[in-house]
Every structure is written in C-alpha cells, then in structure tokens.
C-alpha cells in the first residue's frame, strides 16, 4: 500500500512539475496577452509528466510485486 501511495504522489509531483515547465516554455517565447498559450502549456506540460511518470510508477510496481512473488517462494521452499 506504501509503494502505491509513493507512485501516487510521484505522478502529482511530476504533473506538477510538467505544468511549470510548459507554463514557462511558453512564457520565455510569448510577448503580450499570453494567458491562453500558458494555459495551454501548462495543460499540455502537467499531462506529459503526468503520463510518463504514471509509465515509471507501473513499471516499478510491477517489479516490485515480482520480487515478493519471488522472495514468498524462497520463503516456502526454505
């Protein structure tokens, strides 16, 4: 239950952490009225960091549910 709650929180760092940087890849190149472009960048920004973490969390629960799997039979068979 602890891992989950990590991965959880890891995936609303990293979408929080996406947001800054598109809101502010867009800030660097928009002059003027740019409150739609941001908006837009942070979107964009939070979904992909959001998505490529969630990609890290599964592939890291994943082992780790492996390597209990494994750790129960050594366990069983010692």
């Known amino acids: 239950m602890r891992a989950r709650a990590i991965a959880f929180a890891g995936i609303l760092l990293a979408g929080i952490a996406g947001a800054a940087m598109g809101y502010l890849m ?3 190149q ?3 009225s740019c409150a739609v472009p941001n908006g837009i960048g942070m979107f ?3 979904l992909i960091g959001a998505a490529g973490m969630s990609v890290v969390a599964i592939l890291a629960l994943r082992a780790i549910g492996e390597w209990r ?3 129960d039979k050594e ?3 010692s």
């Open 30 to 32: 928009c002059s003027g």
């Open 26 to 28: 867009i800030d660097v």
């Open 69 to 71: 799997e494994l750790a």
């Open 75 to 77: 366990t069983r068979t």
């Open 44 to 46: 964009v920004g939070s």
